[in-house]
């Protein structure tokens, strides 16, 4: 199984940016599409952003799209959310996920523990 290690998050003033990291233990590249979902407080865990193994594809949740950018470094083992003119609803727990397929649900077969992201001023 692949561990996932989330860094990147914190505290960020409302229209600032964060750039979030996900390390895999194993290389993830010809085998895991990536994933980002977040759960805000009192609110179900939800699908923000995807991306295929080979980064030919990328999903986008309607309230991340035009602002989010996912990407991966194979070679590093390491999949990024850039996020851009953050507000304060997108306050929430962000997890990475691996999964053998890539869709706007939540079917990912490894998670993360999770980076905060706090968005406040």
């Known amino acids: 199984q692949v561990h996932l290690i989330e860094s990147g998050g914190g505290l960020v003033q409302p229209g600032g940016s964060l750039r979030l990291a996900c390390a895999a233990s194993?290389?993830?590249?010809?085998?895991?599409?990536m994933a980002w979902c977040r759960q805000a407080p009192g609110k179900e865990l939800e699908f923000v952003s995807g991306i295929s193994w080979d980064g030919g594809l990328t999903l986008y949740s309607t309230s991340a799209k035009g602002r989010f950018t996912i990407d991966r470094e194979n070679a590093k083992n390491t999949v990024y959310l850039q996020m851009n003119n953050l507000g304060p609803k997108e306050t929430a727990v962000y997890y990475c996920?691996?999964?053998?397929?890539?869709?706007?649900?939540?079917?990912?077969?490894?998670w993360g523990q999770g980076t905060q992201v706090t968005v406040s001023s």
């Open positions: 194993e290389r993830t590249s010809k085998t895991y599409a």
């Open positions: 996920a691996a999964g053998t397929s890539l869709d706007y649900g939540l079917n990912y077969e490894c």
